[in-house]
């Protein structure tokens, strides 16, 4: 058996590597925008914070690299998840829900749709959360509720201003009430931070929609949002079939949003670093520092976001 076994798949093995998280991943990777089809290589979107260089659609993005984009340099440490009853109602369809978990962990290496970390931008302290759509939609259920309100409780013993990154189908269906019971919770959260006087900063990645935008999402002290990225409550196909009538041209997007004053600003996310940095000094009533550009973020060898120790 030898030639594939003693020369084929060596010279396949030379041309793999090992990402932070152990995985292996093509030197030599391309990827493809979802919007124009345009062939990006990796190491290129990397440098222009995922977004098409052809186009200008944003590409989603995990944790590692918000966190990598956001935060000054080095100075980041992650929350630990909160233990929560992984499948509190034995819930199965066509899968079953403790599958749906685990091949969701498997696929982002991460145990749950929230990351939460302490930090500073230029200086000030913030708290930064991010509610990632790989993991099964960005679904909120219990786990996502817990970490949302310990991170705000954390903000407010700490003094941050409390910024949430969010992309999210909704709430998650496979939780039932327990996951609907996760938006008073949230909101009560979020009420707590603005008694403690403290800057709650939301901005909208795509998509963002159901419970979450219902809840949590929609009350920020300051609505940004990337541009492209469709947010509301129920999806615009469902919207018009109900109405019967046909949409406006843009409806759910960024821009449109905007427009009709559902938010306060759309920012690309290569200056979303410096808006958030003018927007939280005002709000904190804190001196600005001098304009500095952007520092690329830590990157390891195969141009993937490090997270900080």
């Not at 709430?171 to 039932?176: I, K, V």
């Not at 999806?235 to 759910?252: D, S």
């Amino acid at each position: 058996m030898n030639w594939i076994t003693n020369l084929v798949r060596p010279r396949i093995k030379k041309l793999m590597t090992k990402d932070a998280s152990g995985r292996e991943t093509p030197e030599n990777l391309w990827r493809k925008c979802s919007a124009c089809g345009e062939m990006i290589f990796h190491r290129d979107l990397v440098a222009n914070f995922h977004v098409c260089p052809n186009c200008g659609h944003h590409l989603r993005v995990g944790p590692a690299e918000r966190f990598a984009f956001t935060f000054d340099p080095n100075t980041y440490t992650e929350l630990p998840p909160p233990q929560v009853a992984s499948d509190p109602l034995r819930f199965k369809a066509e899968k079953r829900y403790a599958d749906e978990m685990k091949a969701a962990k498997a696929k982002t290496s991460r145990p749950e749709a929230f990351s939460a970390a302490r930090g500073t931008i230029d200086g000030l302290p913030v708290m930064i959360a991010v509610q990632a759509f790989d993991f099964l939609g960005g679904s909120l259920g219990m786990a996502v509720g817990e970490a949302f309100v310990r991170a705000a409780e954390a903000a407010i013993a700490e003094k941050r201003a409390f910024i949430l990154y969010v992309s999210s189908g909704g709430a998650r269906m496979q939780e039932s009430m327990l996951s609907l019971m996760q938006m008073p919770r949230t909101t009560i959260a979020v009420q707590m931070l603005k008694e403690a006087g403290l800057p709650y900063i939301v901005v909208f990645t795509d998509p963002t929609f159901g419970g979450v935008s219902a809840s949590y999402a929609m009350l920020g002290d300051i609505q940004i949002a990337e541009p492209g990225a469709q947010i509301g409550f129920a999806g615009a196909r469902v919207i018009a079939q109900t109405i019967r009538e046909k949409l406006p041209e843009g409806f759910q997007r960024a821009e449109y949003l905007l427009a009709h004053g559902m938010l306060d600003m759309v920012l690309p996310r290569a200056e979303m670093r410096a808006g958030l940095s003018r927007v939280l000094h005002m709000l904190m009533k804190k001196p600005r520092p001098k304009a500095r550009t952007l520092p690329p973020p830590n990157l390891n060898g195969n141009g993937r976001a490090v997270a900080a120790q």
